[in-house]
């Protein structure tokens, strides 16, 4: 029996209200040899043939997307290259004419998959029940609104940077929120608090 665990999410749009999610609760993590082993039962394709067809269809796979191609397979999806910054390198501002170097700045950073619909169906008729496994709730703040923003600014005389981690742990609340929380002072040029940096190197300090 699937079971799946219902888990409260932030307020994205500042209404006063939170959204449910829902995610699976797995029983594990099938390795590629029990996945085989799976796989083949029952046929005449054996365990090495398969494990030879998958190196076989990744490394063609690879060569494909690193050319500029996206791939489908059928009954699985359709998988693509995505570009980014090299670690350690800068691009330059869009307007720069500056082709070659941003191109050695660039490299592939992950693959986008889009799942083929077939699949989907599929795994919905493999799932014959689904069973509540319980529910987890935000950690919410017992500061109101104002507190947390004059809390944060007091911190930020003292210690000039903060983290969202920071912001949280002062605030007693979760990153999620936390995040969502600065990005909305950042963005509000009363709250004096402003930002610099993206994503994990994002810091939050006092405006000037």
């Known amino acids: 029996m699937t079971k799946y665990v219902k888990r409260e999410m932030a307020d994205l749009n500042n209404e006063g209200t939170t959204q449910a999610h829902y995610r699976v609760k797995t ?3 099938r390795t590629f040899e029990e996945f ?8 005449t394709v054996t365990v090495s043939d398969l494990t030879a067809a998958v190196s076989c269809l990744t490394s063609e796979l690879a060569r494909e997307i690193g050319q500029g191609y996206t791939v ?3 009954g699985l999806g359709t998988f693509g290259g995505r570009l980014g910054v090299v670690t350690g390198k800068e691009l330059d501002d869009f307007e720069a004419d500056s082709e070659h170097r941003n191109a050695r700045s660039l490299g592939f ?15 919905n008729n493999h799932c014959f029940t689904l069973e ?30 903060m983290h969202v981690k920071d912001y949280a742990a002062l605030n007693e609340m979760s990153r999620t929120t ?5 990005r909305r002072l950042d963005s509000d040029p009363t709250s004096g608090i402003t930002s610099r940096g993206s994503r994990s190197s994002k810091v939050y300090m006092l405006s000037e």
């Open 72 to 74: 489908t397979i059928d």
């Open 27 to 29: 029983f594990g993590r």
């Open 178 to 182: 936390a995040s969502l929380e600065l």
């Open 109 to 123: 950073t992950g693959v986008t998959f889009r799942v083929d619909k077939r699949l989907v169906r599929d795994i």
């Open 36 to 43: 085989a082993e799976q796989c083949t039962q029952g046929s």
């Open 132 to 161: 509540r496994s319980g529910e987890s709730r935000l950690m919410r703040s017992p500061y109101s609104a104002e507190e947390r923003v004059e809390r944060a600014r007091q911190w930020l005389e003292t210690n000039k940077l």
